[in-house]
Each structure stands twice: as structure tokens, then as C-alpha cells.
């Protein structure tokens, strides 16, 4: 069985910053991608950031235009864990963070359970 667990939200101020952990454990091998999703209240879910590369190294990383240059993602193959930092939180941020993971022969994705982000004055 298979289990993520998010961990990091909470209720912050504009400007400040969070720092999200995906701790992906049980019989899970080869993954290959790990995301990081979010969906805030009466929208739908959207794609944050996602990180590539498994144990050859050679990572590649891509970001929701809406947070460049603040979210930075990153991943700890040893740990089957990612991380997403986030910066310069805003208002529009707000919404419950998943985590994503693409693994195995066959691309299963698996989603955690989320954690809430809630960015607000």
C-alpha cells in the first residue's frame, strides 16, 4: 500500500513563506515525476510544480506561471520525499496543496491527502 503524506500548511501573512513535505512511503518503486497540485475553494484543481529525475539524476523542473520565481520545488530521492518552498505567499495562493506522483512500469499516479495553505491580512 502505498502512502503519501503532505505536511507544512498553515495560516500565514502576504509575504511571508511555508514549506510544504510530500513523504512518499510503502511498496512504491521507480518514480518518476512528483507534482505538487492545488485546488482553492470553487475552482479546479491545478498543476503547481512537478520535478522529474529519478535515481540517474538530471532534473528538470517546470512551474505554473502564477507562482515562477516564488515556488521552488525539489525532491529527495533518498528520502522518497519532495518539497515545495514557498515565498512572497499571497492572498491568491490559498488552497489545499496535493502532492503527485507519476511511478512504476505502468505511470500509476498516486495523490495525497492535502494540506491547507491559507494566505491571508
Known amino acids: 500500500q502505498v502512502q503519501l503524506v503532505e505536511s507544512g500548511g498553515g495560516s500565514v501573512q502576504p509575504g511571508t513563506s511555508l514549506r510544504l513535505s510530500c513523504a512518499v512511503s510503502g511498496s512504491i518503486f521507480d518514480i518518476k515525476i512528483m507534482r505538487w497540485y492545488r485546488q482553492a475553494p470553487g475552482k479546479q484543481r491545478e498543476l503547481v510544480a512537478g520535478?522529474?529525475?529519478?535515481?540517474?539524476?538530471?532534473?528538470?523542473?517546470n512551474y505554473a506561471d502564477s507562482v515562477k520565481g516564488r515556488f521552488t520545488i525539489s525532491r529527495d530521492n533518498a528520502k522518497n520525499a519532495v518539497y515545495l518552498q514557498l515565498n512572497s505567499l499571497k492572498p491568491e495562493d490559498t488552497a489545499v496543496y496535493y502532492c503527485?506522483?507519476?511511478?512504476?512500469?505502468?505511470?500509476?499516479?498516486?495523490w495525497g491527502q492535502g494540506t491547507q495553505v491559507t494566505v491571508s491580512s
Open positions: 503527485n506522483v507519476i511511478a512504476g512500469a505502468l505511470n500509476y499516479g498516486y
Open positions: 520535478i522529474t529525475g529519478g535515481g540517474g539524476g538530471g532534473r528538470m523542473t
